[in-house]
């Protein structure tokens, strides 16, 4: 695909894109610059060169990724990127349609201005009068896969040259240089601090490299790219791009300013300082409103391998910070609450409060109103489906027929509206694997994890399936990476019973019991984890210890389900539903151990 000519100039839906990036254009053609990355511009330059032609995934790559080989998924995080500047309120559908397997469409009416000819013609509000162009007039209306929806070209004539030509020329390179200079100091311009800013706005400073190594330069500015890169794949999160964020290196800027120029409510600051085999990373959160510090921790490693040192240090900031900026915003007043404030209520009670039936019932209760204010918002059913299938694995439901149907609705019309939405992708992998269909719920999780890699809570997820797979080896390093990734998290307690149930799994009974007590400290109220340990104690001979935990396990769980061990097996989507690897396992450790903590045959 011909890439954009850096003289392109593209007019369409108040926007205007050319060699100086995109910026949004209001009633009297004013002019004020979108932050948006660098790949999404390239991205958005591919189909505006084509509008209405279906822009396929390859030539979309080669266009934005020439030469280098990068993952696929990196297209639909700047889809989204784009859709989320271009449709702000999508109450006319997104200007960018996707066909599903085959690639994009750019749908709305878009006007090419020719730059040779009058400057008017580029100044002009982009109704297509005067000067050359080159325009598609089509409509939003999906176009079947196939169909080009072009229009013929139309072809001005063009301004003759001569001296007035020159002294075009001489005045629209004046005004490049007035307009240059005006675009790297927009916000002089611009009133920003009249206009709130997004929610969950941030930006990303460059780390310092404390001490000046510049050989240490490297390693602080990865910091800085992945920390932006990995916010950006938080739901609702509008991150500053990194190019404009260097723009402040070395700098000594007040925060306050910094919010008010890009129009953010967040600044990351953070420095980066090493001492012979150690690196010590900090990192603190700015409200930008008031100058507040939210949040701050300090990470000391040994170097090691710089790279996965520097993917464990963004992983850990980036789930710090989407919980810290979930939880403030959580906790904004405001006297008109709606979808978006439940939902982010919602959030704020599963990162903040321990599960139990009250916590379940209260963010399930946030989605609910979510939902009501707005049926039609993915993001509150998916979270709504999940936040039912939690409660269901918890057990803390009489009603998990009924939940379990109602997800699974949730999670069709989820996906029916929004295929690629991530949050949906979970909710499927929890309803399927609810449903012991675990070979099924993989691919959701890892279609999850490959947009957001530091998801915790899937990686929890997915190390439940490895195990009933047969894929046993796989569990504690995932599970082991969540916990690096997120030592705070409240589902804590459900990776140490995991990785404690491997252990006994491998006949390692002692390892076993060490992380099963540190999850029965943390959940004590999930009859599963006191299940193994009673039959972890049973493998050890300690038989006291062992029917005082099947003696819990029975008193939570409240039903016969743990009466014998034929009801154990018996268990929906349980025993029988396991690879065979994992049930000869199974018998010769778990069901041993039960049968020495008492429990009878039936």
């Given at each position: 695909?011909?890439?954009?000519?850096?003289?392109?100039?593209?007019?369409?839906?108040?926007?205007?894109?050319?060699?100086?990036?995109?910026?949004?254009?209001?009633?009297?053609?004013?002019?004020?610059?979108?932050?948006?990355?660098?790949?999404?511009?390239?991205?958005?330059?591919?189909?505006?060169q084509?509008?209405?032609?279906?822009?396929?995934?390859d030539?979309?790559?080669?266009?934005?990724?020439?030469?280098?080989?990068?993952?696929?998924?990196?297209?639909?995080?700047?889809?989204?990127?784009?859709?989320?500047?271009?449709?702000?309120?999508?109450a006319?559908g997104?200007?960018?349609?996707?066909?599903?397997?085959?690639?994009?469409?750019?749908?709305a009416?878009?006007?090419?201005?020719?730059?040779?000819?009058?400057?008017?013609?580029e100044?002009?509000?982009?109704?297509?009068?005067?000067?050359?162009i080159?325009?598609?007039?089509?409509?939003?209306?999906?176009?079947?896969?196939?169909?080009?929806?072009?229009?013929?070209?139309?072809?001005?004539?063009?301004?003759?040259?001569?001296?007035?030509?020159?002294?075009?020329t001489?005045?629209?390179?004046?005004?490049?240089?007035?307009?240059?200079a005006?675009?790297?100091?927009?916000?002089?311009?611009?009133?920003?601090?009249?206009?709130?800013?997004?929610?969950?706005?941030?930006?990303?400073?460059?780390f310092?490299?404390?001490?000046?190594?510049?050989?240490?330069?490297?390693?602080?500015?990865?910091?800085?790219?992945?920390?932006?890169?990995?916010?950006?794949r938080?739901?609702?999160?509008?991150?500053?791009?990194?190019?404009?964020?260097?723009?402040?290196?070395?700098?000594?800027?007040?925060?306050?300013?910094?919010?008010?120029?890009?129009?953010?409510?967040?600044?990351?600051?953070?420095s980066?300082?090493?001492?012979?085999?150690?690196?010590?990373?900090?990192?603190?959160?700015?409200d930008?409103?008031?100058?507040?510090?939210?949040?701050?921790?300090?990470?000391?490693?040994?170097?090691?391998?710089?790279?996965?040192?520097?993917?464990?240090?963004?992983?850990?900031?980036?789930?710090?910070?989407?919980?810290?900026?979930?939880?403030?915003?959580?906790?904004?007043?405001?006297?008109?609450?709606?979808?978006?404030?439940?939902i982010?209520?919602?959030?704020?009670?599963t990162?903040?409060?321990?599960?139990?039936?009250?916590?379940?019932?209260?963010?399930?209760?946030?989605?609910?109103?979510?939902?009501?204010?707005?049926?039609?918002?993915?993001?509150?059913?998916?979270?709504?489906?999940?936040?039912?299938?939690?409660?269901?694995?918890?057990?803390?439901?009489?009603?998990?027929?009924?939940?379990?149907?109602?997800?699974?609705?949730?999670?069709?019309?989820?996906?029916?509206?929004?295929?690629?939405?991530?949050?949906?992708h979970?909710?499927?992998?929890?309803?399927?694997?609810?449903?012991?269909?675990?070979?099924?719920?993989?691919?959701?999780?890892?279609?999850?994890?490959?947009?957001?890699?530091?998801?915790?809570?899937?990686?929890?997820?997915?190390?439940?399936?490895?195990i009933?797979?047969?894929?046993?080896?796989?569990?504690?390093?995932?599970?082991?990476?969540?916990?690096?990734?997120?030592?705070?998290?409240?589902?804590?307690?459900?990776?140490?019973f995991?990785?404690?149930?491997?252990?006994?799994?491998?006949?390692?009974?002692?390892?076993a019991?060490?992380?099963?007590?540190?999850?029965?400290?943390?959940?004590?109220?999930?009859?599963?984890?006191?299940?193994?340990?009673?039959?972890?104690?049973?493998?050890?001979?300690?038989?006291?210890?062992?029917?005082a935990?099947?003696?819990?396990?029975?008193?939570?769980?409240?039903?016969?389900?743990?009466?014998?061990?034929?009801?154990?097996?018996?268990?929906?989507?349980?025993?029988?539903?396991?690879?065979?690897?994992?049930?000869?396992?199974?018998?010769?450790?778990?069901?041993?151990?039960?049968?020495?903590?008492?429990?009878p045959?039936?």
């Amino acid at each position: 695909m011909q890439a954009p000519s850096s003289a392109d100039i593209f007019l369409f839906e108040g926007f205007r894109l050319d060699r100086r990036g995109l910026f949004r254009r209001d009633e009297i053609a004013a002019s004020a610059p979108v932050e948006i990355g660098s790949r999404a511009l390239d991205v958005l330059g591919a189909l505006l060169q084509r509008p209405g032609d279906l822009i396929s995934r390859d030539e979309i790559m080669a266009a934005a990724w020439p030469g280098v080989v990068v993952e696929d998924n990196n297209i639909t995080i700047q889809i989204a990127t784009l859709r989320r500047v271009l449709d702000p309120d999508g109450a006319n559908g997104s200007c960018i349609q996707t066909v599903p397997g085959r690639g994009y469409r750019f749908v709305a009416p878009v006007t090419r201005v020719d730059p040779a000819t009058s400057p008017a013609s580029e100044l002009d509000s982009g109704n297509g009068s005067g000067g050359s162009i080159t325009e598609n007039r089509q409509s939003r209306d999906p176009i079947a896969p196939g169909e080009s929806g072009g229009t013929p070209q139309l072809e001005l004539p063009r301004l003759r040259q001569g001296f007035r030509g020159r002294v075009v020329t001489a005045v629209v390179g004046a005004l490049v240089l007035v307009v240059g200079a005006a675009a790297a100091n927009w916000y002089l311009f611009w009133p920003g601090s009249s206009r709130p800013a997004p929610r969950l706005s941030i930006v990303v400073l460059p780390f310092a490299n404390i001490g000046n190594d510049p050989e240490q330069q490297y390693f602080a500015d990865g910091i800085t790219e992945d920390v932006t890169i990995d916010l950006s794949r938080i739901v609702d999160m509008f991150v500053i791009s990194r190019n404009t964020a260097f723009t402040y290196r070395k700098k000594s800027v007040d925060t306050k300013q910094i919010g008010r120029e890009l129009g953010v409510r967040y600044v990351l600051d953070g420095s980066v300082q090493r001492s012979g085999d150690r690196v010590r990373v900090t990192a603190q959160l700015i409200d930008a409103e008031n100058d507040a510090h939210l949040w701050a921790e300090r990470f000391d490693r040994e170097i090691g391998d710089l790279f996965a040192l520097q993917n464990e240090i963004t992983g850990r900031i980036a789930n710090a910070l989407g919980v810290e900026l979930i939880a403030t915003e959580a906790a904004q007043p405001t006297d008109n609450p709606d979808a978006l404030d439940y939902i982010f209520r919602g959030r704020a009670v599963t990162a903040s409060k321990p599960f139990s039936r009250g916590m379940h019932a209260e963010r399930i209760s946030m989605y609910e109103h979510a939902l009501a204010l707005d049926p039609h918002s993915v993001e509150a059913q998916s979270l709504l489906a999940a936040a039912l299938m939690d409660r269901v694995f918890d057990g803390a439901t009489d009603t998990s027929t009924a939940d379990r149907a109602r997800a699974e609705k949730l999670v069709g019309q989820a996906l029916a509206a929004s295929p690629r939405y991530v949050t949906a992708h979970f909710a499927k992998g929890q309803v399927l694997r609810e449903q012991g269909r675990c070979a099924e719920a993989i691919p959701e999780y890892e279609t999850v994890l490959a947009i957001n890699r530091n998801a915790a809570n899937v990686m929890n997820a997915l190390a439940d399936c490895k195990i009933k797979t047969g894929s046993i080896e796989e569990v504690i390093p995932l599970e082991e990476h969540a916990i690096r990734l997120s030592p705070r998290d409240p589902r804590i307690g459900h990776i140490y019973f995991r990785i404690g149930h491997v252990y006994l799994l491998q006949s390692r009974a002692d390892e076993a019991i060490v992380w099963l007590e540190k999850a029965s400290g943390v959940v004590p109220e999930l009859s599963f984890v006191h299940m193994l340990l009673a039959s972890a104690y049973g493998l050890k001979g300690e038989t006291e210890h062992a029917a005082a935990e099947l003696a819990e396990a029975r008193r939570l769980r409240g039903d016969d389900r743990l009466s014998s061990i034929a009801s154990v097996k018996g268990f929906p989507g349980g025993y029988l539903g396991l690879a065979p690897k994992i049930r000869a396992m199974i018998d010769a450790t778990y069901i041993a151990g039960l049968r020495k903590a008492g429990m009878p045959e039936k």
